[in-house]
């Protein structure tokens, strides 16, 4: 497609008046774009979904059939004020995936980076800010608040609790429940609330950690998790570890600015 191909709408569809299409847009059958819905170039809309505003959508975006973006943020506190959901570019949403509007004491905004995936059934709620690169598994589901970094993957049925960060990098198994923040780079197993296991090596391999890098996180990861160390003498350990290490840094930096119960 050129830049200047114009949008494609099935005439099932419904979109409303003042709604925003960049070039090459296509909307399937029977879907709904409501007003104040803006949407970028080569995004695509298969058939059923609805989009509803304010709500920005950027470029080369693949919605799947049956996809709810934009609705109403599931909060008994929300009142009908304006409040907004923006996606970046290059995100691939299939079959039944929700994501929901902010609220006004949540910022106003619920936000989705690059280059995401979200399977089928997933659920973003209210004032979530998902980062890149990302990968949400069949079901899985963040409550209100949560902040997802880059890199992360949530396995099939995960579900994060409002309120908790995940850091980047870090693997969520299938079936975790999680109900604290999550440092950069941890692997999470199902166990009742999900439970650190290790870090998550293979993934940083496939992202160019080096073996140093690797080994100075194992070794962040051993001294808060199995040293049987207090949090604060763990800290002061991690703070060592720290003077050469960069991602030992964020590590330490994701834990000492966190306000839900670190999960360990």
């Not at 004020?81 to 995100?91: A, K, Q, Y």
């Not at 999900?194 to 998550?200: A, M, S, V």
Request: hydrophobic share 35%.
């Amino acid at each position: 497609m050129t830049a200047t191909t114009p949008p494609v709408i099935h005439p099932t569809a419904v979109v409303e008046a003042g709604v925003k299409l960049g070039a090459g847009v296509r909307v399937g059958p029977l879907c709904y774009i409501g007003e104040g819905v803006e949407v970028g170039d080569n995004t695509s809309f298969g058939p059923h979904c609805s989009v509803l505003g304010p709500t920005r959508i950027g470029r080369d975006n693949r919605f799947m059939g049956h996809c709810a973006i934009g609705g109403e943020p599931q909060d008994k506190k929300y009142a009908g004020e304006p409040v907004e959901l923006s996606i970046g570019d290059r995100n691939v949403f299939r079959e039944f995936c929700t994501v929901n509007r902010g609220t006004s004491g949540g910022g106003n905004t619920t936000s989705i980076g690059n280059d995401n995936w979200f399977l089928a059934y997933t659920h973003v709620a209210h004032d979530c800010h998902v980062g890149n690169h990302c990968v949400f598994s069949n079901n899985a589901t963040l409550a209100g608040h949560v902040t997802v970094g880059d890199h992360v993957i949530l396995s099939g049925f995960a579900g994060i609790h409002q309120f908790c960060r995940i850091g980047a990098h870090a693997f969520i198994g299938m079936g975790a429940f999680v109900n604290g923040d999550v440092p950069p780079y941890l692997m999470v197993a199902q166990e009742g609330y999900g439970k650190p296991r290790g870090i998550n090596s293979e993934g940083l391999k496939r992202r160019g950690f080096d073996s140093d890098r690797i080994g100075a996180i194992k070794r962040a990861y051993r001294a808060l998790y199995m040293s049987g160390s207090t949090l604060d003498e763990a800290r002061a350990r991690l703070a060592e570890i720290a003077r050469d290490s960069a991602d030992v840094r964020a590590f330490l930096d994701f834990i000492e600015s966190g306000e839900r119960p670190l999960l360990r």
